[in-house]
């Protein structure tokens, strides 16, 4: 073990002293907040393994212990963007997202906590009376005022409209775009991977392949360009789709790659690899629980104590089961991003 983990150190230090080292650097100068609980937790899934697949080695990174608004992936990356809007000297924030988006909710919690105005672009339909999500409850309680827009193509428009209007009152707005997918926003999850690697070193372990749920591709696109930062190039980065087609999250994720480039000081295709989307896990749609999701969120459960949610990481833990015979060699980890609150929305249905 101890031979092991010198291997692993002496690895990072080589890196942090390569041409990446430059790039580390420009991250860790990025203007950040410190709002989540880091790091979270890297626990190995042992009664899992036991349960569905003896002899894989399996672990969970904990994001949803990560803090305010019910934790999860949302937190590392505004981090990022809310040092962005108090560097800008913003009054108000406003982001958007579905009707009981995560990212919302912890926009809002975090907006309270730093003492921004908040405003959230909802798309669907308007709750009718008695009728409103625990999650909008939430928001209002944190002080966010919400407004609705039917589809989700309008949800931009309206964002750049309503900003427009709150600098006509005399605010100063700060536009915060869709899962803080921004490749400010995505530096948040390649400082991740720094910190993943700083533990896994201090248990002599190395992944083969880490799974998470992908939607917006912020997530993925900081994940896959961290992983080059670090050194672990070969590790597999699988996103298990909650909504969108593997070619147009892999086009998201690029983009966003392509931004981080410009902000660490990495010449053009520099942070490029490859990139894992899995499709086949969506079930009905975006926000409909599928039965392949139902059935993973209730075996980790009663093996682990841990509770997954149905619209993103029953998904992908699902995703995960299924893709097992397909990873490299060596110990997988699940990147739990959280959303637990929709179990609240779907009245804990099992």
Known sequence: ??????????????????????????????PRLTLGHFPTPLVP??????????????????????????????????????????????????TTGGLRSNHCRITAALAAQLGFGCHLVLNGERPGEG??????????????????????????????????????RGERPYVIPLGASTPLGACGFAAAVLELREQCEAIGMKPGA???????????????????????EEVELVGVSADDSAEEISGAAGRIVEGMEELLGVAAGGLRRRLRVEDG?????????????????????????VVLDPVYTAKAMAGMLAVLPSLPRGPVVFWHTGGQMALVEWGGRR
């Not at 690895?11 to 041409?19: I, V």
């Not at 672990?59 to 949302?74: E, M, Q, S, T, V």
């Not at 880490?210 to 672990?232: P, R, Y």
């Open 1 to 30: 073990m101890i031979a092991c983990r010198m291997a692993v150190t002496n690895e990072s230090m080589r890196q942090e002293n390569s041409g990446w080292g430059r790039a580390i650097a420009r991250l860790k100068e990025i």
């Open 45 to 94: 899934m042992t009664r899992l393994v036991r349960e569905v697949c003896a002899g894989q080695e399996l672990w969970i990174k904990h994001d949803d212990y990560a803090g305010p608004g019910f934790g999860g992936n949302k937190i590392r990356k505004l981090e990022f963007e809310l040092a962005g809007a108090r560097r800008a000297g913003a009054t108000v924030v406003l």
């Open 131 to 168: 009728g409103e999500p625990a999650s909008h409850a939430l928001d209002r309680l944190y002080g966010a005022e919400l407004h609705y827009v039917k589809r989700g193509v309008d949800r931009a428009p309206a964002m750049a409209e309503l900003a427009r209007e709150l600098a006509g």
């Open 210 to 232: 880490i799974v998470h749920a992908t939607s917006s591709a912020g997530t993925q696109a900081g994940l896959a360009a961290g992983l080059v930062l670090a050194g672990w």
């Open 281 to 305: 896990f969506v079930g009905a749609g975006y926000g409909i629980p599928s039965e392949a999701g139902e059935r993973a969120l209730t075996v980790l459960a009663r093996t682990e104590g």
